[in-house]
């Protein structure tokens, strides 16, 4: 690995250790073996490398909650089973990947006081939404509307968000991907006009 990697691997490590706040370039130095000019050369600043390195942390645990990447048998895109099924491979990465989850929630938290960081993040956010609708719906991501990304992609990341704060706050009563599941089936079938 070059400077770029052995930073990027740093950065990782000292996030899921000390949080964003914490940690400082001379840590993310220290964990990676390089040096300080080498953070600004390679990402421009230590919040800049920071951010990256928190990207590529939930980029990892995204890429575990397609029940479709490395399985056999998965349900149809777009049905209840699929929305179960991706929930379902959700929650069970948390114990894994509780850490990171818990750095999402120090970052949403920071008010003002990390501007460029809010800015990075939000542009990862949107990407996210693209991510999550292609999960769910089976559409390639180059593919989809942006009406879909927007409606859809905000639904699955404001319910995504949801279910892990239940989970980090108390996983002994933190919603199923059966209750989940069950809510949206009697809320589809209210607005159809069925039976509750």
């Known amino acids: 690995m070059g400077h770029r990697e052995d930073l990027l691997e ?9 949080g964003f706040l914490r940690t400082t370039a001379r840590d993310v130095v220290r964990e990676s073996g390089t040096n300080l000019a080498s953070i600004g050369y390679h990402y421009g600043s230590k ?3 920071l951010v990256q390195a928190y990207i590529s942390l939930i980029e990892g645990v995204g890429e575990r909650f ?3 990447a ?8 777009g049905s209840l089973e699929r929305f179960r099924e991706v929930f379902a491979g959700i929650i069970a990465t948390v114990p894994e990947s509780r850490a990171i989850w818990l750095l999402s ?7 003002e006081r990390l501007q460029e960081v809010r800015k990075l ?6 990407e996210g939404r693209a991510g999550l609708a292609s999960m769910f719906t089976g559409v390639p991501e180059a ?4 009406e879909a990304v927007e409606a859809e992609g905000r639904l699955y990341q404001t319910l995504l968000n949801g279910l892990m704060v239940q989970w980090l706050f108390d996983p002994d009563t933190a919603t199923t991907a059966d209750q989940l599941t069950e809510g949206l089936r009697r809320v589809i079938a209210g607005v159809d006009g069925g039976t509750r």
């Open 66 to 68: 397609d029940p479709g």
């Open 121 to 126: 993040l939000a542009e990862a956010q949107r």
């Open 47 to 49: 919040d800049a490398l």
């Open 70 to 77: 490395g399985v056999e048998t998965h349900q149809p895109p």
């Open 143 to 146: 593919d989809l509307a942006p």
């Open 10 to 18: 740093g950065a990782k490590r000292c996030l899921l250790e000390k």
């Open 105 to 111: 929630f120090e970052l949403m938290f920071q008010d």
